[in-house]
């Protein structure tokens, strides 16, 4: 595609799309329970030595999360409370000596709407919560949805 | 893993930990332009035949998305409102000869936060947005994360 072709995007730069009414709300549907407590010592990425954590659900979600079970891999969406909204460009893993990187192409916490994507296995389920292995998550967290990842579609 | 180990999210229950305080707001930074264009018609996962699609961008959150490159994977963050909020348990596709499902353990657009989470290749960058390849959310669609897929470690 040549830089003409994507005048489909530019045409339509009057269009009010962005107007301020629009603001989500999200509300905690539970927290992370974890040894992790400060952000600094969180590990970047699931792979590098995260500890297990406990998701403790609010009562009121106990239905959305009943057919949760131990095995299954699923995507935990967080609230990363302790980021910065305002940061748009940061220097990937604080290495300043690295070019500063637009955080869309990037994992930092900080960039315009924090929230975290943490793909884990559910290693215990019980009746206010479930265990999961290796989450870099700090305690406290607040998680928003659960998503199982997908498998082949007729299993959906 | 039994039932007793448990203990330690039951134990905490009284924490208030869901008050009612807790809330975060979420803007776009952009919307998704497609052929799609309404919820019914849509595919319900990316790889049954979605269509490409232009994510318009927010000029504000341009120095966020300048390192986007066709050819990155991405996973898109969209806000699915036209979802149900208080929808805890759905039948599977639609098919209620299937047992009703918490939604945790499902995809549905409805559940308490809809969010979607959406993996694509970016196929062209423009100054106002990106295409990407098979994307099955509607157009209108609020944006309000682009992350990049996690390659290996070292490329961080």
Chains 1, 2 share one sequence.
Do not use: C, Y
Not at 57 to 85: S, Y
Request: hydrophobic fraction near 40%.
């Amino acid at each position: 595609m040549s830089a003409n072709d994507f005048d489909s995007v530019d045409r339509d730069k009057g269009v009010d799309h962005f107007e301020s009414a629009d603001r989500f709300e999200l509300r905690p549907v539970g927290r992370v329970s974890s040894p992790l407590t400060d952000r600094t010592g969180a590990p970047r990425q699931p792979d590098e030595d995260a500890p297990p954590a406990t998701i403790r659900l609010d009562p009121e979600f106990a239905t959305a999360a009943a057919d949760l079970r131990p095995g299954m891999r699923v995507v935990l969406l967080t609230w990363l409370h302790a980021a910065r909204r305002d940061t748009l460009a940061v220097h990937p893993r604080g290495d300043r000596a690295r070019p500063a990187t637009g955080v869309f192409a990037t994992r930092s916490p900080d960039r315009p709407n924090p929230i975290g994507l943490h793909e884990v296995t559910i290693t215990a389920v019980g009746d206010a919560g479930f265990d999961v292995a290796g989450l870099e998550a700090i305690d406290g967290t607040p998680i928003v949805d659960i998503k199982p990842v997908l498998g082949a579609i007729e299993t959906r």
